[in-house]
């Protein structure tokens, strides 16, 4: 034990140590929270974990009290959408910002969301060339944001008018195999499928086979029944969305197809991993009655002048927006959609497709879990998982992120309080650590450790 101490010390002195001192570390693998915390912080990674009674402090480091505060991963969010930044007319935005995307919006919508606590995020559409750029660039330090993983363009039966340089076209099995191939040399983390309904059930096959040939998972469109059984039948890895119909309830049959899927990855250890992405539909109608949020300074952050400008001017009329004229039909069928799911087996993770209009970066991902907790009963401890623990699971880096751990990232946020009763508090962390750097502290943005480099 001297020995431990004594290389911990040195350590300190020769390269730095960052010690996180005080705080009730609830380290998202779902256990008893660890009280009076000590986190020892080496470079990009965790060094050691104990207690102010157990793990002494090394002389030289550099101490961060977190006293009266809770101390978790960093969240992350898995289905947002840099490209896109609250705007509410797709039609004129995707023309009018597509050579924007690169240099301005997707950094823009990254710095977002890191500093609202999300130090890992999952980007599904994008155009090819900017989504691997800016994951690029956050890897080597140029630009703030969170770890991103990224899926390029939505592969679908025919790309809508004006969006070709990030939906692609998959007319048949052939091409289906021969854009994933190309997606898979690009580098993408991911491969996202809409529409499957129109693809069919062999095209979306081979699209899938393909993928996991390469040693991709794919993440499938799920709005509507056929999308969903064929991706069950199909092997998507990871379904999206809760349904925009109004139906009441997922049908017999898929319920009977959930669950069988999910015992079967219960076994192969495989399970049955699902996004609902629900909080923007339950929260619709209190931004009608209260549509402050939509003047929050957090979401201009690294936008122009005339970008603000241009999405306060879309936004001025919340309650005619054609995008949410369906929302008071769909909310209440909800509960029940969710609860199918959860009930069925299914994996639920954080995702809250920011970027979607009034859907700002800054402030969707605690919003999600607020309202799974306070909205649909899900335990905190639970929720807190869904948004840390699966999702690195999900994407094979476990070992390197999603919990609190000795040899981990150290993706490290605070909260003053107890998360546990109130899980809105995490709307403000008052730190936020991603690889070791402290992006705020005691509630301050660092601007320093934002600066491009």
């Known amino acids: 034990m001297f020995a431990f101490f004594a290389m911990l010390a040195a350590a300190a002195n020769a390269a730095g140590i960052t010690a996180l001192v005080g705080g009730r570390l609830i380290d998202g693998q779902g256990g008893p929270p660890l009280a ?5 912080v080496e470079g990009e990674r965790i060094l050691a974990i104990g207690t102010v009674a157990t793990l002494p402090v090394p002389a030289g480091a550099a101490v961060v009290s977190t006293d009266g ?14 490209m896109i930044n609250g705007h509410a007319d797709y039609t004129h935005w995707d023309k009018a910002y597509l050579e924007r995307f690169g240099p301005e919006i997707m950094p823009a919508g990254a710095v977002q969301l890191l500093l609202a606590g999300v130090t890992s995020a999952r980007d599904l559409g994008g155009p090819l060339a ?28 025919k790309p809508y008018p004006g969006t070709e ?3 692609w076209g998959v007319a048949n099995a052939e091409e289906a195999r021969a854009k994933v191939r190309i997606l898979k040399a690009a580098g993408v983390d991911v491969i996202k499928v809409v529409d499957q309904d129109e693809l069919g059930e062999a095209t979306t096959r081979a699209l899938v086979d393909e993928a996991h040939k390469s040693g991709l998972k ?11 059984r064929i991706g069950l039948k199909t092997g998507i890895d990871n379904f999206e969305h809760t349904g925009l119909g109004a139906a009441p309830r997922y049908p017999d049959d898929i319920m009977a197809a959930l669950e069988a899927r999910a015992a079967e990855g219960r076994v192969r250890g495989n399970p049955l991993y699902w996004t609902p992405t629900i909080s923007g539909l339950f929260n619709h109608a209190n931004l009608l009655t209260n549509p402050e949020k939509l003047d929050d300074a957090c979401w201009s952050r690294g936008l122009k002048p005339d970008t603000i400008a241009d999405i306060k001017a879309s936004l001025k009329n919340v309650a005619a927006l054609e995008y949410n004229q369906l929302t008071p039909r769909r909310k209440p069928t909800l509960a029940t959609k969710f609860n199918q799911l959860r009930s069925a087996g299914a994996i639920l993770m954080i995702g ?3 970027g ?3 859907a700002f970066h800054c402030q969707t991902t605690w919003n999600e879990l607020d309202v799974w907790v306070n909205q649909l009963g899900v335990p905190p401890m639970e929720a807190i998982q869904a948004a840390t623990y699966w999702p690195a699971k999900f994407m094979g880096v476990e070992r390197d992120s999603g919990t609190v751990a000795v040899g981990k990232y150290a993706d490290i946020i605070t909260v003053r309080g107890d998360v546990l ?15 070791g750097t402290l992006y705020k502290r005691d509630g301050v943005v660092n601007e320093a450790a934002l600066a491009p480099r």
Request: no cysteine; proline share 9%; glycine share 8%.
């Open 421 to 435: 009763r109130t899980i809105a508090l995490l709307q403000n962390p008052a730190h936020i650590m991603k690889g």
């Open 218 to 228: 794919v993440v499938g469109h799920s709005h509507l029944p056929e999308e969903i």
């Open 165 to 167: 340089a990030f939906r």
């Open 36 to 40: 009076n915390s000590v986190i020892l």
């Open 352 to 354: 809250t497709d920011s």
């Open 69 to 82: 505060m809770d101390v978790l991963p960093g969240l992350w969010d898995m289905h947002v959408h840099l």
């Open 130 to 157: 900017q989504s691997i750029a800016i994951r690029e660039d956050v890897k080597a330090g140029r630009k703030p944001g969170p770890r991103l993983y990224v899926s390029g363009p939505f592969l679908q039966k």
């Open 356 to 358: 979607i209009p009034t």
